[in-house]
């Protein structure tokens, strides 16, 4: 089943060995009470293919990651029945109208002179 979501994407990470590459989209949420057994941010990962690394790379050298998504992902099933998220498209958030991160850091924080 295809469909768009909007997924609060954290990182990526792009994995190339001699059998298998791609890249995984980390996305985090709020629990809400969804799941009484979980304590903190749910944790998703969908798996991608590996151009799809790069487009999150530009992305967070605009100021775009992290940060919400507009993504097209397929929905299976995978192995042991769970569902399995693919990435099929990233909505560049230049036209989502998604705001990009803006560092906030103390004055005394590392990196800011004193």
């Given amino acids: 089943m ?3 979501i909007a997924a609060n994407v954290r990182m990526a990470q792009k994995y190339d060995t001699d059998t298998t590459k791609g890249c995984n989209v980390f996305c985090e949420d709020e629990n809400d009470g969804l799941n009484e057994n979980l304590v903190g941010p749910v944790q998703l990962v969908i798996g991608g ?4 690394f790069e487009t999150f790379k530009t992305y967070a ?3 775009y990651l992290p940060g919400v998504f ?3 992902v397929d929905i299976t099933r995978g192995s042991g029945g769970k569902a399995k998220l693919t990435l099929l498209g990233i909505k560049d958030p230049k036209l989502s109208g998604i705001k990009k991160v803006t560092e906030t850091r103390p004055d005394n924080a590392p990196g800011k002179a004193a």
């Fill in 2 to 4: 295809k469909t768009t």
């Fill in 49 to 52: 293919a590996l151009e799809h």
């Fill in 61 to 63: 050298k605009e100021g």
């Fill in 70 to 72: 507009e993504l097209s």
